[in-house]
Antibody, heavy 121, light 109 residues
Framework: EVQLLESGGGLAQPGESLRLSCAAS????????MSWVRQAPGKGLQWVSG????????YYTDSVRGRFTISRDDSENTMYLQMKDLRAEDTAVYYC??????????????WGQGTMVTVSS | DIQMTQSPSSLSASVGDRVTITCQAS??????LNWYQQKPGKAPKLLIH???NLETGVPSRFSGSGSGTHFSFTISSLQPEDIATYYC???????????FGGGTRLDIK
């Protein structure tokens, strides 16, 4: 079964760090671009960051660039999001999502169940 | 940055009704436009990709159309299980940027 499973969420104080993980199974992980998408409580979806299948290209939304780092370990079938200098506005459910293929990198056909990140003092 | 304007923000309709949601891009995005369904407490689900392509396993009452800057998503006959929030989403083919519309909350009248 094709599956994505996020972990690493929790409560952090402003300025602290967290690292999210997304474990993939059931497909050839290295062949797919991957993304993180977040959803603040009661709000819409916001793309946060994406990484190419090779890991050679990484992209970020403006509000997290310089604070968040996306990475992947294809040997472990896992993607990561290192979040530093967390702010209250980073509070959200964070989903990992799979890009369909190398041509449709932004067609998110598989999603994880999400992990909640709360930034509060 | 490309902006995606989705309307309406909320919609109430009866079972069996034809429902249409629109999404307008701030500039020409060709057909790089997807539609997702999100039910409360659940992850989004891909319904339509590249403007008009129905995802495998998605009922045929769902459809999408459009190109350039104007897109639409239609449910031909609303079913009770279609109650959800629907999002349009633009993507850059290199993943340099992804933008979601604001969402349309769909309720049963």
């Amino acid at each position: 079964e094709v599956q994505l499973l996020e972990s690493g969420g929790g409560l952090a104080q402003p300025g602290e760090s967290l690292r999210l993980s997304c474990a993939a199974s059931g497909f050839i992980f290295s062949s797919h671009a991957m993304s993180w998408v977040r959803q603040a409580p009661g709000k819409g979806l916001q793309w946060v960051s994406g990484i190419s299948g090779s890991g050679g290209s990484r992209y970020y939304t403006d509000s997290v660039r310089g604070r968040f780092t996306i990475s992947r370990d294809d040997s472990e079938n896992t993607m990561y999001l290192q979040m530093k200098d967390l702010r209250a506005e980073d509070t959200a459910v964070y989903y990992c999502a799979r890009g369909r293929d190398n041509w449709k990198v932004g067609v998110f056909d598989i999603w994880g169940q999400g992990t909640m990140v709360t930034v509060s003092s | 940055d490309i902006q995606m304007t989705q309307s309406p923000s909320s919609l109430s309709a009866s079972v069996g009704d034809r429902v249409t949601i629109t999404c307008q891009a701030s500039q020409d995005i060709n057909d790089y436009l997807n539609w997702y369904q999100q039910k409360p407490g659940k992850a989004p689900k891909l319904l339509i990709h590249d403007a008009s392509n129905l995802e495998t396993g998605v009922p045929s009452r769902f459809s999408g159309s459009g190109s350039g800057t104007h897109f639409s998503f239609t449910i031909s006959s609303l079913q009770p299980e279609d109650i959800a929030t629907y999002y349009c989403q633009h993507y850059d083919y290199l993943l340099r940027g992804v933008t979601f519309g604001g969402g349309t909350r769909l309720d049963i009248k």
